[in-house]
């Protein structure tokens, strides 16, 4: 069982920053795919950003360029950097994970491990 807590959600002005955290705990995420999802009020949930655990990283569109993902095994926790935020980042952010990955790492139902959430609202 991998247990995730994230934090450092908040509010911040459009073409702000903030730093996500996901602490595990439980296992070592070193051989677990991390994932990032976020889900908007009355919007599906929607992948976000995922590293692999041979350091393959992927992004949405929507983020690319403007989000990082990276992850300290040592401390057994995930980030997710946000730079250049828009007011359609508002949402609330998920953390996953998962040793297999079978429906691949963009997939929400690939990812058996998942976090409570941490909201980030972007005002204009």
């Known amino acids: 069982q991998v247990q995730l807590v994230e934090s450092g959600g908040g509010l911040v002005q459009a073409g702000g920053s903030l730093r996500l955290s996901c602490a595990a705990s439980?296992?070592?995420?070193?051989?677990?795919?991390m994932g990032w999802f976020r889900q908007a009020p009355g919007k599906e949930r929607e992948f976000v950003a995922a590293?692999?655990?041979?350091?393959?990283?992927y992004y949405a569109d929507s983020v690319k360029g403007r989000f990082t993902i990276s992850r300290d095994n040592a401390k057994n926790t995930v980030y997710l950097q946000m730079n250049s935020l828009k007011p359609e980042d508002t949402a609330a952010y998920y953390c996953?994970?998962?040793?297999?990955?079978?429906?691949?790492?963009?997939?929400?139902?690939?990812?058996?491990?998942w976090g409570q959430g941490t909201q980030v609202t972007v005002s204009s």
């Open positions: 590293h692999n655990w041979r350091g393959d990283t």
């Open positions: 996953a994970a998962d040793r297999q990955l079978a429906n691949g790492p963009l997939n929400a139902l690939s990812y058996d491990y």
């Open positions: 439980g296992r070592t995420i070193s051989y677990y795919a």
